[in-house]
């Protein structure tokens, strides 16, 4: 095992200075792991992605779109190595933001929640009726939450999904998308998923343009509190875009630090009304939202991008020190990952390839960064909230891009596997790509 020691100063940040280790052995392409499929895609507002379920079997539980449109669910034998997947949604749309979020509760039996791309169609949800298995499907639900009668003559679709329980609430379900006027909206349901509340809009912004879109992570204790983080809307509409944060708990909304924001009654919520996290207007540097969890003692921490300019994608990591938030700088990750075609201009310049928290432990990132031309997979730990990391290379020398990462949820540090990435043969946008999902 070889260990090279850096210390980075970064042009781009003045004054930032950060130590890192990069640990190399047993490090190998990204075609060479362990793949869950051939052929799948995801964005990453639709959460969780993947779970690990241990009942009778041990088991990660998944979802993804394919390069033709298929909404797939599937699940891999952590004992015996197995791989079942199965189509629950035939040719919904070629879109990788229509990934289904996933949810597994007491009975073990999965429910995947999906729905189009800014679509009128509704959310859908499918639910297995075997537990623990992946093929036998209960008849596909389709839930019209949106609220069109307050939001009349505004935006009226679906797109994202977000499931989330409260143990602590009689098991009530937490299901978020973006829906009416594509401002974020939430139901909820006492029944484990039979009926759901009509959907009301939890974020708004001053609406300075038409669909303005806040972009929205959550995160859970899966007991009380629900984390919440989000942006003024797209960094390609907004001059400046900043993070916020907020913290549902015992039917009230909270800044992290306490203080009571309102009644979930109350709302939507303003920005403003939130935690700002990172003001992009003192900067001018545009972020985007990647994921929200907490640490050992509850307090919440966030990964984000920030970008200088359209090449170069900045990853943060944003802790909750007890009195304010500290915003510690990363990696610059190098520019979007999609493969734009000669002479043309990229639509999505700001598609990173991404960073997430592990949610059992997040002073772990998994993180796609550019290396010898190449986007690579690595695993990033601090032990002291941000300020040092050693990096540990989960995949290098690799022909294609890798990109996404997700770590699994409920897998703890001594499961075999623990995130699971897109290996990218094709990705010229999010209507045409073609990768693979690969696990380690």
Known sequence: ???????????????????????????????????????GAWCWFSDPRAILYKGNHNRIYAGWMNSSGDVVAGFYDCD????????????????????????????GKPIFYYSGHAQKSPIYARKSKTPEYIGEWENEKLLYLNDTISYNNLSNSYTYTNIIQLSQENNRMYLFWRGMDFKPNFSVSDDGGTSWS???????????????????????????????????????????????????????????????????SDVPVKPEQADLVYNANLTGEKAWIWDVAEDKDGNPVIVYTRFPDDSNHCYYYAIWNGTGWENHFMVNSGGWFPQTPPGKAEPEPNYSGGLVLDHEDPSVVYLSVKRNKVFEIEKWTTHDRGLTWSVDEITCHSKNDNVRPFAIRHADKNDRIQVIWMNVNRYVHYTNYHSSLKMK
Do not use: W
């Open 1 to 39: 095992m070889i260990l090279r020691y850096y210390l980075v100063i970064i042009s781009l940040i003045p004054f930032t200075v950060f130590a890192q280790n990069i640990i190399e052995g047993g490090c190998i392409p990204g075609e060479d792991h362990l793949t869950l499929t051939s052929d």
């Open 80 to 107: 015996d190595n197995g791989i079942i997947s199965d189509t629950i949604h035939r040719k919904l749309e070629i879109d990788d933001h229509d990934n289904p979020s996933l949810f597994i509760g007491q009975a």
């Open 198 to 264: 009509a959907g009301e809009i939890l974020i708004l912004p001053d609406r300075l343009y038409r669909d303005r879109r806040p972009y929205v992570k959550f995160g859970s204790d899966g007991k009380e509190k629900i984390h919440i983080a989000f942006t003024d809307g797209h960094p390609r509409d907004e001059p400046t875009n900043s993070i916020y944060y907020l913290c549902y708990r015992n039917d009230t909304l909270f800044k992290a630090g306490g203080t009571m924001i309102g009644s979930l």
